[in-house]
T-cell receptor, first 114, second 110 residues
């Protein structure tokens, strides 16, 4: 069964460093999302992406965050200058054609900012 | 904001028993989805119920939706140790993003 993959599975970085989290969506999926889950808290929506542009973003998704689909397959989340509070599990999710409602989640990247 | 809230927060049952958890939300939805998360792992999609549906089954899972009460329930029948996990409801409304609840942690004792 096709699945969403994410790399790396874990990343440790120093505060102020840039990180790039990568996601490979399910082939032919058109809608892409990033969510995050701070330890012990709810899963929170960050951003949705369709047709090579951001559809919607949350208040969390400030100027330090950006997304892109650089090569038509990978979907990346960049955090320009990480803060301690960015430590969380980051999930990529993808959805198929219009009318397909299920969002399929990747296994997540656990980010720890020191 | 549009969010699901699960109840109870935690549930401990004996293997073979049924587990029921509830989810309430605040505004109109397109659909409601249930996910499972094993400790520190990814989110596994379990079942989706549309706003015009009232009940849905998938294997040992039964989901109900009451849009008049803005609530849903997930029933896991004949639980197994492998069902030990956190279960989240997530609602999708017209903005197509998912809003998650805080989850119910289910422990199935052998």
């Amino acid at each position: 069964e096709p699945e969403v993959t994410q790399t790396p599975s874990h990343q440790v970085t120093q505060m102020g460093q840039e990180v790039i989290l990568r996601c490979v969506p399910i082939s032919n999926h058109l809608y892409f999302y990033w969510y995050r889950q701070i330890l012990g808290q709810k899963v929170e929506f960050l951003v949705s992406f369709y047709n090579n542009e951001i559809s919607e973003k949350s208040e969390i998704f400030d100027d330090q965050f950006s997304v892109e689909r650089p090569d038509g397959s990978n979907f990346t989340l960049k955090i320009r200058s990480t803060k301690l509070e960015d430590s969380a599990m980051y999930f990529c999710a993808t959805k198929g054609l219009a009318g397909e409602e299920t969002q399929y989640f990747g296994p997540g990247t656990r980010l720890l900012v020191l | 904001s549009q969010q699901g809230e699960e109840d109870p927060q935690a549930l401990s049952i004996q293997e073979g028993e049924n587990a029921t958890m509830n989810c309430s939300y605040k505004t109109s939805i397109n659909n409601l989805q249930w996910y499972r998360q094993n400790s520190g792992r990814g989110l596994v999609h379990l079942i989706l119920i549309r706003s015009n549906e009232r009940e849905k089954h998938s294997g040992r899972l039964r989901v109900t939706l009451d849009t008049s009460k803005k609530s849903s329930s997930l029933l896991i029948t004949a639980s197994r140790a492998a069902d030990t996990a956190s279960y989240f409801c997530a609602t999708e409304s017209n903005d197509y993003k998912l809003s998650f609840g805080a989850g119910t942690t289910v422990t199935v004792r052998a």
